[in-house]
Structures are given as C-alpha cells and as structure tokens.
C-alpha cells in the first residue's frame, strides 16, 4: 500500500502544488496514471518520480497530484474549456527569520509582497509592496506554498 505524505511542493516541477509524497513505485512514463489506496479509491494523478543522476531509475519516492485538486482543474477544462488561476499581480517571496527581525513580525508565516505591479489586482485593493499576507478570506496563509494554493482556487480574482 503506498505511504502518502501530504503537502510536499517543488518550484522546480511546478508553482502550483500540493504534492502526495508516496513510495508506491512509478515508473518513468507514468505520469499521469492512477494513484489508488488499499481500497482502490483513486488519491492522486502520479506526476514526478524521485530518480537518480542518470534520470532513469524509480529511487522509491513519487509525487502525485491530490485528486481534489485535480477534479478542480478536471471541472474548470469541462465548464469553461480552460484552466483559469487566480492573479494578484504581486511577486512573493518567503517570510525568512531574517526578514521577520527587519520587519519587526513575530513569527515566520504568510507571505511577503517584494513587489507590486502598478495596474494589478493587489494594488487596486490597496496592497503595497513590502506587506504580509498572513490569511485569505480568513484561512491562514503559512508560507508561500499555501499563499498560491489559496489563491490559484480563488479563480474569479484573474487577469
């Protein structure tokens, strides 16, 4: 049975995720195939394997995209004949100790607007560079992972 481990992300394979780390094996080619728990439930769509230096070989790590995250682009392709995402016109970076102790926060969540585009959404709404986005529409944001998440299902906020 694979060993799923929840909320992994990697900007090398993609900005919008929230990964299934799992050890069931796949197999390069796989992308895209089933991944299914003891009872056959599918749980995820396999995406990226962990492989050695030669690029070749299962090293026993996969990473599959969570089935509920899948069923909203699913449901997005099939309504509207796109995937639409949701844009802040905003770059972000990491809330990092160092950055907490500059900006006088106390703790290291949310994630920090480093800069602001002149005619975007966040400045419309009176965001400016330099703040600290620690929730949207009240759910916490605890870093720039959950920050992207929040706001690529908040597809009616677009370009």
Do not use: C
Request: aromatic share 6%; charged share 20%.
């Amino acid at each position: 049975m694979p060993n799923p481990d929840r909320r992994r992300s990697s900007p090398v394979i993609e900005d919008y995720e929230d990964f299934i780390q799992t050890d069931a094996a796949i197999n390069p080619g796989n992308s895209g195939g089933a991944l299914v728990d003891f009872h056959g439930d599918l749980i995820g769509i396999n995406t990226a394997i962990l492989s050695g230096q030669g690029g070749g070989g299962n090293q026993g790590i996969g990473f599959a995209i969570p089935v509920n995250m899948s069923r909203q682009v699913m449901d997005q392709i099939l309504k509207k004949g796109k995937v639409t995402r949701g844009y802040l016109g905003a770059w972000i970076q990491p809330v990092t100790p160092e950055i907490a102790k500059a900006f006088n926060i106390k703790e290291t969540a949310g994630a920090l607007l480093s800069d602001i585009e002149p005619s975007g959404p966040a400045a419309k709404a009176g965001l400016q560079r330099g703040d600290v986005v620690t929730a949207i529409n009240g759910q916490r944001v605890d870093d720039t992972n959950a920050f992207r998440l929040k706001l690529w299902a908040r597809s009616e906020v677009q370009k």
